[in-house]
C-alpha cells in the first residue's frame, strides 16, 4: 500500500518561512514527478511546484522567486522551502507523487497559515 507522508507546516507571520517536507513508502514502482498542491478556502487546488525525473522544476507564478522545491524522484522525497510567505499562500498544501505508470498519490494535506 503506497502511504505519503507531509510534515512541517504550522502558521507563521507575513515575511515569515516554513518548510514542508514529504516521503512515500510502498509503491513498486520508480517515481516520475514528485510536486505540491495547495487549496484554499473556497479555491479549487493548484499546483505550486513541481519536479520530474531528469531534475527540472516548475513553479507557479505566485510562488516564483519565493519557494524552492528540492528532491529527488530516486530517494523519494520532496521538500519545499516557503519563503517570505504572505497571507495569501494559506491553504492545506498537498504532496502529490506519480510513479512511471503514472498512477498519482497524494498525501493527506497539512495546514499553512500565514497571518499577523
Known amino acids: 500500500q503506497v502511504q505519503v507522508m507531509e510534515s512541517g507546516g504550522g502558521s507563521v507571520q507575513p515575511g515569515g518561512r516554513l518548510r514542508l517536507a514529504c516521503g512515500k513508502s510502498?509503491?513498486?514502482?520508480?517515481?516520475?514527478?514528485l510536486a505540491w498542491y495547495r487549496q484554499a478556502p473556497g479555491k479549487q487546488r493548484e499546483l505550486v511546484a513541481s519536479?520530474?525525473?531528469?531534475?527540472?522544476?516548475y513553479y507557479a507564478d505566485s510562488v516564483k522567486g519565493r519557494f524552492l522545491i528540492s528532491g529527488s524522484v530516486t530517494d523519494s522525497t520532496v521538500d519545499l522551502q516557503m519563503m517570505n510567505l504572505e497571507p495569501e499562500d494559506t491553504a492545506v498544501y498537498y504532496c502529490?507523487?506519480?510513479?512511471?505508470?503514472?498512477?498519482?498519490?497524494w498525501g493527506q494535506g497539512i495546514q499553512v497559515t500565514v497571518a499577523a
Open positions: 502529490k507523487v506519480t510513479d512511471l505508470n503514472r498512477n498519482d498519490y
Open positions: 510502498g509503491t513498486r514502482f520508480g517515481l516520475s514527478a
Open positions: 519536479i520530474i525525473r531528469r531534475g527540472s522544476t
